[in-house]
């Protein structure tokens, strides 16, 4: 069988050696004010969020854990 999405990747990770030679200037590579701006408020927001299962998801995961114990 094989992997549907190995050409995909490989033609995806292509690295040549024009890629390594050629080097950025910093100013091509800092984000803009308003960019910078976007990026704290996304970051702040997204350490806001908490997960908090609920008990019957981790009942199941208990029990589940609980029977795969008992097998060996």
Do not use: G, W
């Amino acid at each position: 069988m094989s992997n549907s999405t190995l050409t995909v990747f490989s033609n995806l990770c292509l690295v040549t050696n024009n890629d390594l030679t050629t080097h950025m200037d910093m100013d091509e590579i800092a984000l803009s004010e308003e960019e910078q701006a976007v990026f704290e408020d996304t970051r702040a927001a997204l350490n806001q969020v908490r997960y908090f299962p609920r008990a019957a998801t981790l009942q199941q995961i208990f029990d589940y854990a609980a029977a795969k114990q008992e097998h060996k």
